[in-house]
């Protein structure tokens, strides 16, 4: 066997691997012998046919399945052994004639190409400037978030005469069409003078309104009186349609007492509005450390970029790769490598100088670094639904369901190694602390 590389250029190579007959002709006649005995052939009892009759029949599959499986052990092992460096996976070199193993032949050639991964020199020290933010909590945030939870936990309450800010319940009727059980909120209507019509009702008034002015659209009305989709769709302009009144009520934000306190924290750590406030700032900050979090790995993963410079990678090797890795993807056409090709190649190039990073820096991922990893992902997602005080047996058993998928477990094992790369960049760049208000905070999302 003799395997040869050859550097077309700094980001592409060929390997030229050469088997002689004695390289694979043991393995070959090997798997023959074990296969006979598990191959059934007509006339001969199951495992007892002759080798040369198993060669016969299936001797060409066999020399196939050991030729391509040397290939790709020899291959593998080459490119560990030697630590190169690919991106993607080596594909067969253009010029590569189809092998012929129906002949007797005494060496076999194969060429294949190679991507290679740009060197990449990033030190992770005081000359790389990282901004780190605090939002600031002041009282009217808390405010609003108080606000927020007290809307949260309300309910309607039964008022005498309606406002702009009631719900309605009734009869609603409209030519063939009647509900007995209708609903309108008058705050969701946008015609003013269509909402005018609804206040200053009480049970037992009447209201006439233009359908399609106070629910411009289908859905809306399709809801309100219990059709189909089509027959929503089919009313016309300006038709009529009447609502009799069976109950009013207003909506009322939850109060500040201690139903509600029991209700948000069992364990009794709120007991008036001054702990709870304390406790609103407390959870304000720790939401908005995931988000100063988050921004510091933006603003982290930018400066790492901007000092690793411009490089370039192998494209027309990626193209080609890519191209291979979807042959049998329906929706991959040309026309979506050249939309996608630029941001692959972006968030390639990351990869490359991250991975090149945790390299240098000798940076391990071990089972737990993704199960945590998982865990605050998990955490994140329960968060914007509202559920911080998720039971930990809860969170861990969702997190262990995250990385028993394989492709799941992948995208996580790379969000463990960012966290760790951004955790060293905190503790060994110039991290410049700013304090920022909430709004300027957003706006830093809107930039880029």
């Avoid at 129906?102 to 790389?128: H, M, Q, W, Y």
């Avoid at 490598?337 to 991922?365: C, H, M, S, Y």
Wanted: proline letters at 4%; glycine letters at 4%.
């Amino acid at each position: 066997m003799n395997i040869s590389k050859e550097n077309i250029d700094a980001l592409n190579a060929t390997l030229t691997i050469e088997f002689d007959k004695a390289d694979y002709e043991p393995k070959v006649e090997k798997a023959i012998k074990d296969y006979g005995k598990r191959v059934a052939i007509k006339g001969f009892r199951p495992g007892h046919a002759p080798v040369a009759m198993v060669k016969k029949f299936y001797g060409k599959a066999i020399l196939v399945d050991q030729v391509n499986a040397l290939v790709g052990e020899t291959l593998t092992n080459y490119i560990k052994d030697n630590n190169i460096d690919i991106l993607g996976e080596p594909l067969p070199n253009k010029d590569q004639q189809p092998i012929d193993f129906d002949a007797d032949i005494d060496s076999i050639t194969f060429k294949f190409d190679l991507g290679l991964s740009p060197e990449i020199n990033v030190a992770i020290d005081n000359n790389l400037s990282i901004p780190a933010y605090t939002i600031t909590v002041d009282e009217a945030a808390i405010d609003e978030q108080v606000k927020n939870i007290t809307s949260r936990h309300g309910s309607h309450v039964p008022s005498e005469v309606s406002t702009p800010d009631s719900l309605l319940k009734g009869v609603v009727t409209s030519g063939e069409f009647k509900n007995d059980k209708g609903l309108i909120s008058v705050t969701v209507i946008k015609d003013e003078q269509q909402k005018a019509l609804f206040v200053g009702k009480k049970v037992g008034d009447t209201v006439e309104f233009d359908l399609r002015k106070a629910c411009p659209e289908a859905h809306e009305i399709q809801y309100l009186l219990e059709i189909s989709q089509e027959q929503a769709d089919a009313i016309a302009e300006g038709t009529t349609a009447t609502l009799t009144i069976a109950e009013v009520s207003e909506f009322k934000p939850a109060e500040l007492n201690d139903e509600l306190f029991k209700r948000l924290y069992p364990d009794g750590s709120v007991t008036d509005e001054a702990s709870f406030r304390a406790k609103v700032n407390e959870q304000l900050v720790s939401s908005n450390k995931m988000a100063e979090d988050f921004r510091f790995n933006v603003d982290a993963r930018q400066a790492i970029m901007n000092a690793a410079g411009e490089f370039n990678l192998p494209e027309e090797f990626l193209k080609r790769w890519l191209t291979v890795v979807n042959k049998d993807n329906d929706k991959f056409t040309p026309e979506v490598l050249t939309d996608e090709f630029p941001k692959f190649v972006n968030d390639l190039k990351w990869q490359v100088v991250k991975n090149r990073i945790a390299k240098n820096l000798g940076v391990k991922i071990e089972f737990q670094d993704v199960l945590d990893f998982a865990k605050k992902t998990a955490r994140a997602q329960f968060m914007q639904y509202g559920l911080t005080n998720l039971p930990e047996e809860q969170l861990e058993q969702y997190a262990r369901n995250m990385v028993a998928n394989e492709e799941q477990r992948n995208h996580l094992a790379e969000g463990a190694v960012e966290e760790k790369l951004f955790s060293i960049a905190k503790q060994n760049a110039n991290v410049e602390q700013k304090t920022i208000s909430q709004e300027d905070f957003g706006k830093l999302f809107a930039n880029n």
